[in-house]
């Protein structure tokens, strides 16, 4: 079955200060990993994407990395401030071809919050 | 994300009724999903559809039906043999699997 987990299921940090979000996924053929951010009560923004040939890719203070081989992604966001309190989803897609054409797999996401 | 536009932000809706979840889109997008959001879980693949009179189930169409008669709108109806339809319906539409793209998200509540 094709699983994406996430860890932890929440966290809270003080602002100004750095943390990481893991992502392990089953899901296979693999065709791309995304980073979402969700304010609450609000639809996911992307953050970063990556397919299999891509190892980091950064959009501003957020750095995610990809291992295929192991199946784990991490997020890493840099210099907290209030505004990243939010749901990180990690999402999975299957690759092109017969039914399951562009078929996302979403983790629990993991609940960040920022004290000041 | 822009470009996709769900109406409305808050529906209530009494037992044994159905309601449609609008979903609008004019990024020329072929591809376009519907999902369940519940507290603690991750989002959960309703029905998607590929191409313009065409859609699958998902991992939870029981209770939910769709249609796709033009390009840019793909309405969820929520029908009364769902039996617990209270949650954060997301719609979201993707020109390929590379990215997606979310409107801002259904509240439904059953009172």
């Known amino acids: 079955k094709n699983q994406v987990e996430q860890s932890p299921q929440s966290l809270i940090i003080l602002e100004g200060k750095n943390c990481t979000l893991q992502?392990?996924?089953?899901?296979?053929?693999?065709?791309?990993l995304r980073w979402y951010k969700q304010d609450t009560g609000r639809g996911p923004v992307s953050l970063t994407i990556m397919t299999f040939s891509e190892n980091t890719k950064s959009n501003g203070r957020y750095t995610a990395t990809l291992d295929a081989d192991t199946k784990q992604s991490s997020l890493h966001i840099t210099a907290s401030q209030l505004s990243d309190s939010a749901s990180y989803i990690c999402?999975?897609?299957?690759?092109?071809?017969?039914?399951?054409?562009?078929?996302?797999?979403f983790g629990q996401g993991t609940i960040l919050t920022v004290h000041p | 994300d822009g470009g996709i536009t769900q109406s409305p932000k808050y529906l209530f809706r009494k037992e044994g009724q159905n309601v449609t979840l609008s979903c609008e889109q004019n990024l020329n997008h072929d591809a376009m999903y519907w999902y369940r959001q519940d507290p603690g879980q991750g989002l959960r693949l309703i029905y998607y559809?590929?191409?313009?009179?065409?859609?699958q189930k998902g991992d939870i169409a029981e209770g939910y039906s769709v249609s796709r008669e033009k390009k840019e709108s793909f309405p969820l109806t929520v029908t009364s043999a769902q039996k617990n339809p209270t949650a954060f319906y997301l719609c979201?539409?993707?020109?390929?699997?590379?990215?997606?793209?979310f409107g801002q998200g259904t509240r439904l509540t059953v009172v």
């Open positions: 999402v999975v897609s299957l690759a092109a071809g017969g039914t399951s054409y562009g078929k996302l797999t």
């Open positions: 992502c392990n996924y089953t899901v296979s053929p693999f065709s791309n």
């Open positions: 979201a539409s993707s020109p390929t699997t590379l990215r997606a793209f």
């Open positions: 559809s590929q191409i313009v009179n065409d859609f």
